[in-house]
């Protein structure tokens, strides 16, 4: 693409806002990667290359797409999706000892840094979104063989894209330890997110329905960081009503038809 306007001086109001790009998940029906491909403001990446240099700036979305769960709560400069990831990935390396001798940690990082790869294109996906999770998981599928094929299929003979691929099909399948240990430590970072940004807020952003995923929690140990962080959080409420969704739609406050949209969005089924 080339310049289309002569350039703008510092602190110009006209500059448009550059660093950050709307949520293309729920609003392309039907969704293809060729229509989202079309959207995108720099322009579709080269395929077919021998250099990775097009799926480098692919990349460039996960930084500059917010995870919108948030945006819904008012929370517009919150964090992005590689905000999200490489958090996941630094507490990936601190598995307790009795978790850390069973697991292949390397994996883990690489799956942490992979699994939303495929948000790149597809956007963040809420429970509230009304996306079904077969269209959710297909939309992602297709993103993931365009990224592995299209963009890394002839970088080092298709070997990073192949290895990028498994790894997310593996987290997707959930059927390994290491699998199990990030779906949890996914869950993990955003509780650890979900009470940052109410502390920030000072008692007047409740985040509670969000607390749900701490019933997800399949390995004891992440379990008890997530413990840790719920104490943490009733600390700060110190009595005070607010919804606790990890207690379930009644006890916890939070809408029956909400807690079922989240019983769909994060079954393995």
Known sequence: ???????????????????HLPN?????NPWTVDKVLETIPTGKPAEGTSSPVPYFHLLERLKTTKREGWRRFGIERGESISDHMYRMSMISMLA???LASRLDLSKCIKMCLIHDMAESLVGDITPVDGVPKPEK??????????????????VDGGRAGDEIRA?????????????TYVH???????LLQMVEYEKRGRGRLDLGEFAYVRTGIVLDEVGRWADEVMKEREAFW????????????????????KKAMQDAYYSKE
């Not at 293309?24 to 392309?28: A, F, R």
């Not at 949890?184 to 955003?190: P, Q, V």
């Not at 110190?238 to 038809?257: I, Q």
């Open 96 to 98: 307790p000892p009795s």
């Open 137 to 154: 998981n297909r939309r992602e599928a297709a993103t993931m063989d365009y990224i592995t094929r299209q963009l890394l299929g002839n």
């Open 184 to 190: 949890d430590i996914d869950k993990m970072e955003l």
């Open 238 to 257: 110190a009595g005070k009503p607010h919804l606790r969704g990890e207690l379930g739609s009644e006890e916890g406050g939070v809408g029956t038809d």
């Open 24 to 28: 293309p998940g729920p609003t392309l």
């Open 167 to 179: 790894i997310w099909q593996e987290y997707e399948d959930s059927k390994t330890l290491e699998a």
């Open 1 to 19: 693409m080339s310049p289309t306007a002569p350039p703008t001086a510092p602190g110009d109001a006209t500059i448009p806002d550059v660093g």
